[in-house]
């Protein structure tokens, strides 16, 4: 989905009331969405909650020979609803337009299962996804630029200075204990940053895609190599294991 644009995420409701969670890991957010007659402030370190009952079906779950189950508007041009951050939060706060698009229960089940298989995406791109998806966008750079958290372009790699003194080479381990224990080792100059865990919010493929997309964003041609490997890798074995499966 695109807005102005922008690539915009799309959620999806069931039709029946939902209980919105809403927490932030970094600065004040707020979500607005027009359509509910609905703004939600959100902040760090808490958590704020609010309710809404979507009464009208967007969309409809079609299977596809290619792309297995998507979203299809159930009446032509029909886009689903508006969702905004209303609240000044950064350099990124221009894109982050969303949809919200409303499924009946059975189609709703359809989705969660299909945006829970991330078996189909190529490592490198996943990462990218999750990149934005999980809200590291929001802290960390991939072009190189200042941001409230360490970029992402170049770190693959590097020595990292922390502020208790010690130090460590950013390697596949230490992407992963910075996503599952980011308190652990504070890099220096960002002291002041706090980053929640992302303990039980992501799979090991998806720590695997992060380190590889982060791998990929290296200024060495050989750690690009290695991320493409990577992914080479992870394709042939999936293909032998289907192939192990129709035999």
């Not at 886009?79 to 969303?98: I, K, N, R, V, W």
């Not at 999750?130 to 941001?147: M, N, P």
Request: proline content about 4%.
């Amino acid at each position: 989905e695109r807005i102005s644009d922008v690539d915009a995420k799309v959620f999806a409701l069931p039709k029946r009331p939902v209980k919105f969670v809403c927490s932030s890991s970094d600065v004040i957010h707020s979500i607005f969405i027009p359509a509910f007659r609905m703004k939600i402030d959100v902040f760090p370190n808490r958590n704020t909650i609010a309710w809404a009952e979507p009464t009208k079906i967007t969309h409809r779950m079609v299977e596809s020979k290619d792309d297995g189950w998507v979203a299809v508007p159930v009446e032509e041009g029909e886009d689903g609803f508006y969702l905004f951050c209303t609240e000044y939060c950064g350099d990124q706060h221009s894109q982050m337009p969303a949809r919200v698009i409303v499924l009946s229960d059975e189609d709703y089940g359809r989705w969660l299962a299909r945006q829970s298989d991330t078996s189909g995406i190529p490592l490198k791109d996943l990462g990218e996804i999750l990149h934005v998806q999980k809200g590291c966008v929001s802290c960390h750079t991939v072009d190189g630029s200042a941001g409230t958290g360490p970029t992402w372009k170049g770190l693959f790699g590097k020595n990292r200075e922390f502020e208790d003194g010690g130090s460590a080479v950013a390697d596949e381990d230490y992407i992963r204990e910075s996503i599952i224990e980011p308190q652990v080792h504070i890099v220096k100059g960002f002291t002041s940053q706090k980053m929640n865990s992302y303990q039980g919010q992501v799979t090991d493929r998806d720590i695997r895609a992060i380190q590889n997309f982060i791998m990929s964003l290296s200024d060495k041609a050989e750690d690009q190599q290695r991320a493409d490997e990577w992914s080479a890798e992870e394709l042939e074995n999936q293909t032998s294991g289907s192939e192990e499966t129709q035999d």
